[in-house]
Antibody, heavy 122, light 107 residues
Framework: EVQLLESGGGLVQPGGSQRLSCEAS????????MSWVRQTPGKGLEWVSS????????YYSDSVEGRFTISRDISKNTVYLQMNSLRVEDTAIYYC???????????????WGQGTLVTVSS | DIQMTQSPSTLSASVGDRVTITCRAS??????LAWYQQKPGKAPKLLIY???SLESGVPSRFSGSGSGTEFTLTISSLQPDDFATYYC?????????FGPGTRVEIK
């Protein structure tokens, strides 16, 4: 059974940093691309970033490019999202999601974690 | 940048009703479209991919159709477990935008 368990959310001040983690199990981690998707009441679901199975390719939405970094540790079956220069508008539930293939360019998401809430506020 | 719209935004229906939700893309996305179901406090769940392919384990009362810019999700006979919000998502390019959602509520 595929399981994705996010952690690392919490309250952070504007301009601050936060690192999210997503521990995966139930599938061959290195064979699948992974993504982060966030959700807010106002903007709905928004894709944030993706990383290929081999970790050699990453993609970012325009809204986080240059501030967020996605990475993965195959030895720990974990994908990370390092978030820097956080803004109030980054407040959201952040979901870790698995892609059905190893490439990260364009795909849907076949499994999702339960999400972790990040609140950016002073 | 491809924009996605959905209609209606809210739909009131009864158990047993046939329900259709429409998703439109601002430009052609071929059949690179997925549908998700989300219940309050839960993560989205994949229902349909490639416009009409049913994800494993999803009941056959769910079906998807369409190509190009217009797509539909149909629930042939609405069940109590189906009251939720439904989202479409394009994956024609890496920006993979979601639609704003359609809430299906009890009439």
């Amino acid at each position: 059974e595929v399981q994705l368990l996010e952690s690392g959310g919490g309250l952070v001040q504007p301009g601050g940093s936060q690192r999210l983690s997503c521990e995966a199990s139930g599938f061959t981690f290195r064979s699948y691309a992974m993504s982060w998707v966030r959700q807010t009441p106002g903007k709905g679901l928004e894709w944030v970033s993706s990383i290929s199975g081999s970790a050699d390719t990453t993609y970012y939405s325009d809204s986080v490019e240059g501030r967020f970094t996605i990475s993965r540790d195959i030895s720990k079956n974990t994908v990370y999202l390092q978030m820097n220069s956080l803004r109030v508008e980054d407040t959201a539930i952040y979901y870790c999601a698995k892609l059905p293939n190893s490439g990260a360019y364009a795909s849907y998401f076949d499994y999702w974690g339960q999400g972790t809430l990040v609140t950016v506020s002073s | 940048d491809i924009q996605m719209t959905q209609s209606p935004s809210t739909l009131s229906a009864s158990v047993g009703d046939r329900v259709t939700i429409t998703c439109r893309a601002s430009q052609s996305i071929s059949d690179w479209l997925a549908w998700y179901q989300q219940k309050p406090g839960k993560a989205p769940k994949l229902l349909i991919y490639k416009a009409s392919s049913l994800e494993s384990g999803v009941p056959s009362r769910f079906s998807g159709s369409g190509s190009g810019t217009e797509f539909t999700l149909t629930i042939s006979s609405l069940q109590p477990d189906d009251f939720a919000t439904y989202y479409c998502q394009q994956y024609n390019n890496y920006l993979r935008r979601f639609g704003p959602g359609t809430r299906v509520e009890i009439k």
